[in-house]
């Protein structure tokens, strides 16, 4: 069965927003400053852009806190063709700990990180639909380590649950990945060497000693 190109998919959604002339209102999903930086300059022309910052998986609460704080100063300091709001979720780490029981062990990018994708999507969903937005999507995509198959899958599980557009993507197509890196030189943006949660900072903190054995 062949994969979906969900970026194609987007490139439709969008050519059919500019026939219809109108801007609809998006909740953008955003993980950190890095990842949303390119999003917000590909999107914001077409959408009216509210962040949602819900990442119970960021640990310790300094680092969530601190990726907030990027988050929020990004959004003053790039030129965006309309102003972009942002919303900050619940931060539930015990909620990520639960899910995340008897997963601890697994590496970076398996069960325990498509359960957590499933733990911030149904959030986002249930947000956007309590605030009547037109669509709802993340950046998670934007990263060379996401599973975009899983995201855009879940994306669009809760979307019909909950009886809301879900805009498919794949934002590190088109170079999306590489300007995410030129944009955050150019802001000084700090990106950070691991996902976010307690497990896969040990796993980058092995990865460099091992590294550095050598």
């Not at 077409?46 to 310790?60: A, E, G, H």
């Not at 300094?62 to 619940?90: A, W």
């Not at 903190?205 to 050598?214: D, I, L, S, Y």
Request: proline letters at 4%; charged letters at 30%.
């Amino acid at each position: 069965m062949q994969k979906q190109n969900y970026s194609i998919l987007l490139e439709q959604t969008i050519a059919d927003i500019k026939k219809s002339g109108t801007k609809p209102f998006l909740l953008l999903h955003a993980c950190c400053a890095p990842c949303s930086s390119y999003v917000l300059e590909y999107l914001s022309e077409l959408f009216d852009i509210t962040l949602f910052f819900f990442n119970p998986n960021i640990s310790p609460e300094s680092e969530y806190e601190f990726r907030k704080r990027e988050l929020s100063r990004l959004i003053g300091d790039m030129p965006l063709p309309s102003s972009v709001k942002l919303i900050s979720g619940r931060y539930c780490p015990e909620e990520f700990g639960k899910m995340a029981k008897g997963l601890e062990d697994l590496p970076e990018g398996g069960s325990r990180c498509k359960n957590c994708y499933r733990m911030r999507l149904a959030e986002t969903a249930k947000v956007a639909k309590e605030g009547s937005f037109d669509y709802f999507t993340t950046t998670l995509s934007i990263s060379p380590y996401k599973n975009a198959e899983w995201l855009n899958t879940i994306g669009a599980e809760e979307g019909e649950r909950l009886g809301i557009s879900y805009l498919f993507s794949d934002f590190k197509k088109k170079n999306g990945y590489k300007r995410s890196c030129q944009l955050s030189e150019i802001y000084g943006l700090y990106r950070q060497d691991y996902c976010g949660c307690e497990f896969s900072k040990l796993e980058a903190e092995r990865r460099k000693q091992a590294k550095n054995t050598f």
